[in-house]
């Protein structure tokens, strides 16, 4: 049963950094645009950062351009979201997901849309201190 699984959430403090982990049982991630999604308590699930599978290309949430980083190491078939200079307001559930639908599919043409993500992790809490 293809399921991702993410670890590394936890407390910092306000400008401190996280590095949260994304892998997977049952499937491949490095055949698949991967995505963080956050969702904080009251709100929408948005999309926060992708990493393509066919190009290596990234795209980020405006808000966190600049202070988090996506990226996939192949060799232990593991995606990563570092995030530094972390802010209360990123406080959330973050979840990892994959696009099944091959390199040409739209998951990562840009901002991740929750529409297109088709396996999706258990989340990992993120809370930031002020």
């Known amino acids: 049963q293809a399921r991702l699984v993410e670890s590394g959430g936890g407390l910092v403090q306000f400008g401190g950094s996280l590095r949260v982990s994304c892998s997977a049982s049952g499937f491949t991630l490095n055949y698949y645009h991967i995505a963080w999604f956050r969702q904080a308590p009251g709100k929408e699930r948005e999309g926060v950062s992708c990493?393509?599978?066919?190009?290596?290309?990234?795209h980020y949430q405006d808000s966190v351009k600049g202070r988090f980083t996506i990226s996939r190491d192949n060799a232990k078939d593991t995606v990563y979201l570092q995030m530094n200079n972390l802010k209360p307001e990123d406080t959330a559930v973050y979840y990892c997901?994959?696009?099944?639908?091959?390199?040409?599919?739209?998951?990562?043409?840009?901002?991740?849309?929750?529409?297109?993500?088709?396996?999706w992790g258990q989340g990992t809490q993120v809370t930031v201190s002020s």
């Open positions: 997901a994959a696009d099944i639908g091959g390199p040409t599919s739209a998951g990562c043409s840009g901002l991740p849309e929750v529409r297109h993500y088709d396996y």
């Open positions: 990493i393509s599978s066919s190009d290596g290309s990234t």
